[in-house]
């Protein structure tokens, strides 16, 4: 039975404000210098001779490997969770709801802020090195909004969708629009890659990754293109009613 995705509703706990370290303070004094010299060499003699603390004894115990199936989020700043705090972004939310309904995988953030779909292809060694199950491929919105050829964006997403299946991966592509200040044709031409790519090499398609979010000022960033904390769940079940289907419990 299929599982409904509703918005994620997890409290993500913000880190607390890191204490800042200020070093370089000057030693205007050059009797200061000898001082310290002296008070390190009239300790006693038994503290002195005690032996600094192994490495092997410092050494944090190794943490055991992660075997469970990856899925790897493979996008720009839409993935990496531009804007939202640390575990906020959609692949975090996405690994939260699948241990919470039983799915034995680790989602791998693999998104990178400012990225355009020729910089997703220059890292797409990186996905295949973790042996991914799974591959959500999100790229596309720094062309448009850097005006790219569309020819360019779709040559780029075939390849990846061609080097990832290769590899053994099962794809699932994102889509995306654009800003109505690009004009209506070339949005028209931007939008209508991602429904063809995954006709022609028969992969599940996420028809407009934001949807619920994008143009709704609640729900997304000053920048009115990337998704808040509230937004973002909404993505994340965006994203899980496509992959439900695909994955297994065991």
């Given at each position: 039975m299929s599982t409904r995705w509703v918005p994620v509703s997890i409290d993500l706990v913000k880190p607390q404000t890191s204490i800042k370290l200020y070093y370089g303070i000057a030693m205007k004094r050059a009797w200061i210098l000898p001082l310290l010299a002296c008070i390190w060499g009239c300790k006693?003699?038994?503290?002195?001779?005690?032996?600094?603390?192994?490495?092997?004894?410092?050494?944090?115990p190794a943490r055991a490997a992660d075997n469970r199936p990856a899925i790897v989020c493979?996008?720009?700043?839409?993935?990496?969770?531009?804007?939202?705090?640390?575990?906020?972004?959609y692949p975090d939310l996405v690994q939260?709801?699948?241990?919470?309904?039983?799915y034995h995988y680790r989602v791998v953030n693999l998104g990178e802020s400012g990225d355009t779909s020729q910089d997703g292809l220059d890292r797409i060694a990186l996905v295949t090195a973790e042996k991914p199950q799974l591959v959500i491929v999100e790229f596309g919105a720094?062309?448009?909004?850097?005006?790219?050829?569309?020819?360019?964006?779709e040559k780029n997403l075939a390849q990846m969708i061609e080097l990832l299946q290769q590899a053994g991966a099962r794809v699932v592509l994102a889509g995306i629009t654009l800003p109505p200040n690009y004009g209506p044709d070339y949005i028209?031409?931007?939008?209508?890659?991602?429904?063809?790519?995954?006709?022609?090499?028969?992969?599940?398609?996420?028809?407009?990754?934001?949807?619920?979010?994008?143009?709704?000022?609640?729900?997304?960033?000053?920048?009115?293109?990337?998704?808040?904390?509230?937004?973002?769940?909404?993505?994340?079940?965006?994203?899980?009613?496509?992959?439900?289907?695909l994955l297994t419990r065991e």
């Open positions: 006693p003699e038994e503290a002195r001779r005690q032996p600094p603390p192994s490495a092997a004894a410092a050494a944090p493979f996008g720009d700043s839409l993935t990496a969770g531009f804007g939202v705090d640390p575990g906020g972004s939260r709801a699948l241990d919470q309904h039983g720094n062309d448009g909004l850097r005006g790219q050829p569309v020819s360019n964006t028209r031409r931007f939008t209508a890659i991602y429904p063809e790519l995954a006709s022609r090499h028969k992969v599940p398609l996420i028809p407009f990754l934001l949807e619920g979010a994008a143009g709704k000022s609640d729900l997304m960033q000053q920048d009115g293109l990337h998704p808040n904390a509230a937004g973002t769940q909404l993505v994340a079940a965006n994203v899980l009613r496509v992959i439900e289907p």
